[in-house]
């Protein structure tokens, strides 16, 4: 049986202010108060993983060690099979060190050519207690991609992405429609139903 999360406060260790936003949506429902890595000063991790849990690991335990308090990591990103599962684990790095994921896109757009455009995107979610238990857990949607890029609410490679059995991307999802069919939402409705069982949702 997973551990079950009990305290009020938990960090979310991510830097991506969408991702940050998006996993705090999905936790403060459940009474839980939500730190930022920024506010305890806490250092981006080099992702040297080989896989999303290995990296996610990663930065659940750089919080953990650099905050003493129980962590929640995402690693995340859009496989391509026709193009060997790129930018998969690198979806971030693909952006630079500017995060210009319009960049990526036109890379991804590119490279992928009139090849199939079939894609899905993984989100790995990783909580880890200061005594270094881990719970992990991984969501995936399947969809494809579409050129050009549509909508502007989302982040990352989300205005290209149009989701399996929708007619609007990521991009033109509002966050309450992407809660209900994104890959975090996924994972984290696991991790919810394995480790926050015990807390009753709150009504937003």
């Not at 650099?66 to 930018?87: E, H, M, Q």
């Not at 290209?160 to 991307?169: A, D, E, R, V, Y």
């Not at 992407?178 to 807390?199: E, I, M, P």
Request: positive net charge; charged residues 20%.
């Amino acid at each position: 049986m997973a551990r079950q999360f009990n305290e009020k406060k938990l960090v979310i260790a991510t830097h991506n202010k969408g991702k940050l936003k998006e996993i705090s949506a999905l936790v403060v429902p459940f009474g839980i108060n939500v730190i930022p890595p920024d506010e305890l000063n806490i250092p981006e991790p080099i992702e040297n993983g080989k896989t999303f849990i290995e990296n996610a690991k990663i930065k659940a335990s750089s919080a953990v060690l650099n905050s003493g308090k129980t962590s929640l990591s995402d690693d995340s990103g859009l496989v391509v099979p026709a193009l060997n599962g790129a930018p998969g684990i690198y979806s971030a790095r693909w952006a630079g060190p500017e995060k210009n994921f319009t960049a990526a896109m036109n890379r991804l757009n590119k490279e992928l050519g009139d090849k199939d455009q079939r894609a899905f995107f993984v989100a790995a979610l990783v909580i880890m207690w200061p005594d270094g238990h881990i719970e992990a857990f991984e969501g995936t949607v399947h969809g494809k991609l579409v050129w050009p890029p549509r909508g502007n609410l989302g982040f990352g490679y989300d205005p290209m992405f149009l989701p399996n059995g929708h007619n609007k991307t990521f991009g033109e999802f509002t966050p309450d429609e992407k809660h209900l069919h994104s890959h975090r939402s996924n994972a984290f409705n696991q991790l919810a139903t394995a480790c926050l069982c015990g807390r009753k949702r709150l009504v937003r």
